[in-house]
């Protein structure tokens, strides 16, 4: 499974962007996608997360209200609208996809990455 992420940029706290994630390859086999980020000097952090059978979805804390995952599964392509942007989510985001049959939320569970993609949110 290959994953492509797009749709970062520098915007203005309160602003709201959209990433993009592809799939391609052996789709057939992930049950979920998800998107981490990662701050300088932190380590990576679960963001969202979404079950693709059921469309169940999944938030870290801070973002709940402002952050929304999606998927379309004609495009195999997985979305984060992200509004009301804080200088605190300014990351690389990466999008992530797992062939496990049960909901996780560990990095270390997802076998499949993305090649990151910049968010810097200024204040």
């Known amino acids: 499974v290959q994953l492509q992420a797009s749709g970062g940029g520098l915007v203005q706290a309160g602003d709201s962007l959209r990433l993009s994630c592809a799939a391609s390859?052996?789709?057939?086999?992930?049950?979920?996608m998800a998107w981490f980020r990662q701050a300088p000097g932190l380590e990576r952090e679960f963001v969202a997360g979404?079950?693709?059978?059921?469309?169940?979805?999944y938030y870290e804390d801070s973002v709940k209200g402002r952050f929304t995952i999606s998927r379309d599964n004609a495009k195999n392509t997985v979305y984060l609208q992200m509004n009301s942007l804080k200088p605190e989510d300014t990351a690389v985001y990466y999008c992530a996809a797992t062939s496990a049959s049960s909901w996780r939320r560990s990095s270390g569970s997802y076998g499949y990455w993305g090649q990151g993609t910049l968010v810097t949110v200024s204040s």
């Open positions: 390859g052996r789709t057939f086999s992930v049950y979920t």
């Open positions: 979404i079950r693709l059978g059921s469309s169940t979805t």
